[in-house]
């Protein structure tokens, strides 16, 4: 997994392009509600809940002006997965996995026309893991990678999609302590750093 950081970390610093998204310079504080799928690595936990992947749903911040090359950000994924187990008799065990991942780091946008961007995003993770047939209940540390494609309808309202790696694994001897996989988030974001009767932005750096 170290090399995807290493891959990463060169994209962001040496990727050339202009991050001015407007000749004027406006503030940025994007809040974003996003949904996505993620798909895990771990084949005995697909095996477990019968789901080769599973829906999450995320709200994000970043902030900035439009002239910053790279913007901090932060965002915070709920995913929860559960399934029935069928015993020896008619009756059934409930069982759940639950993942609250806490992300910060930068994003890096590239624009590539007037109101298109390829936009790059990395991050640490923290995780708290509870999976109920393994007793697992764990604070852990990741990191996150994407790469989007972001589309700006005006300064106020952009969407996008993110296709990433999710990296994060439990000290434990579990079969299940694996909690890396691949995920596509679609979002929208809500610039309220600028003001719509002001061609100035609402904060100055």
């Known amino acids: 997994m170290k090399k995807y950081i290493i891959i990463a970390i060169i994209a962001l610093v040496t990727l050339k392009g202009n991050a001015q998204t407007d000749s004027i310079r406006y503030g940025i504080i994007n809040v974003s509600p996003e949904v996505g799928v993620f798909f895990p690595r771990n084949e005995i936990f697909q095996n477990l809940y019968n789901a080769k992947s599973y829906f999450t749903y995320s709200v994000s911040l970043d902030f900035g002006t439009s002239r910053w090359a790279y913007r901090p950000w932060f965002r915070f994924t709920g995913m929860t997965v559960e399934n ?24 890096r946008p590239y624009r590539i026309r007037s109101n298109d961007y390829i936009q790059l995003k990395l991050g640490f993770t923290y995780n708290v893991i509870t999976e109920s047939t393994s007793k697992i209940d764990a604070n852990v540390f990741g990191y996150v990678f994407s790469v989007g ?8 309202i952009s969407y996008y999609i ?4 999710d990296y994060a694994r439990v000290n434990s001897s579990s ?6 996989g691949f995920r596509m988030d679609i979002g929208i974001s809500v610039n309220i750093g600028v003001s719509s009767k002001q061609q100035h932005p609402v904060y100055n750096f």
């Not at 993110?162 to 790696?165: F, V």
């Not at 079969?175 to 890396?180: D, F, Q, V």
């Open 84 to 107: 029935n187990l069928r015993g020896t008799t008619s009756d059934s065990t409930q069982i759940s996995a639950i993942k609250k991942e806490y992300s910060f780091g930068i994003i």
């Open 149 to 156: 494609y972001l589309h700006r309808i005006d300064k106020f």
């Open 162 to 165: 993110d296709l990433g790696n």
């Open 175 to 180: 079969n299940l302590r694996e909690w890396s």
